[in-house]
Every structure is written in structure tokens, then in C-alpha cells.
């Protein structure tokens, strides 16, 4: 089993940063991809970012490319999402999701972000 922990989440003025965090325990090792999605009132979830484990490559949402950073650092069983030039299509509760080799999902309990215009 996998336990997520995320952490980070706020309110923010427009064009401001943030970063959170999602801090994994339990059996890391079968963590192949670790990332971020999040979810609007009256929306689906979507994904944010996603970084593989071993080969670090990562995946953005096209609305999110060239603000968003996803990294991790392995020896920590961290992942950071750094937000920056936040918008209010922005807000939203931001979750952790690791996903093991065998296709598993364990999900945090969300971190809700608020970006005031």
C-alpha cells in the first residue's frame, strides 16, 4: 500500500506562485508514475502533471505547460508541483496520485488552491 500526504495549498492573487507537495510512504518502490490532477466545482478531474520514477519524463496539461514544474525527489518519496502565474481557471482541489508498475492508484486527500482576481 501507498499512503499520500499533500500539502501547499492556499489562496493566491492572480499571477502569483505556489508550490506543493505530496509526500508518499508505504511501499514506494512499486511507484512507477507519480503526478498531480485536479478538479473544479462541477468538473471533472483532470490531470495536471505526471513524472515517471525511473526515466523522469514528464507529461503537462497543455494549460498548464510553461507555468507549471513538476519534480521529484526520489530519496525523499517527494513530488513538488511549482505553480507559477496562477490564474483563476486555476482553482481548483489539487490531488497526488501514484500509480504502481501493477496499475494500482492511491490518491491524497487534496489540497484545495484558490487564485483571487
Known amino acids: 500500500q501507498v499512503q499520500i500526504v499533500e500539502s501547499g495549498g492556499g489562496t493566491v492573487q492572480a499571477g502569483g506562485s505556489l508550490r506543493l507537495s505530496c509526500a508518499a510512504s508505504?511501499?514506494?518502490?512499486?511507484?512507477?508514475?507519480i503526478g498531480w490532477y485536479r478538479q473544479a466545482p462541477g468538473n471533472q478531474r483532470e490531470l495536471v502533471a505526471t513524472?515517471?520514477?525511473?526515466?523522469?519524463?514528464?507529461n503537462y496539461a497543455d494549460s498548464v505547460k510553461g507555468r507549471f514544474t513538476i519534480s521529484l525527489d526520489n530519496a525523499k518519496d517527494t513530488v513538488y508541483l511549482q505553480m507559477n502565474s496562477l490564474n483563476a481557471e486555476d482553482t481548483a482541489v489539487y490531488y497526488c496520485n501514484a500509480k504502481t508498475y501493477s496499475a494500482n492508484n492511491f490518491w491524497g486527500q487534496g489540497t484545495q488552491v484558490t487564485v483571487s482576481s
Open positions: 513524472i515517471s520514477r525511473r526515466s523522469a519524463i514528464t
Open positions: 508505504g511501499t514506494t518502490f512499486s511507484i512507477a508514475v
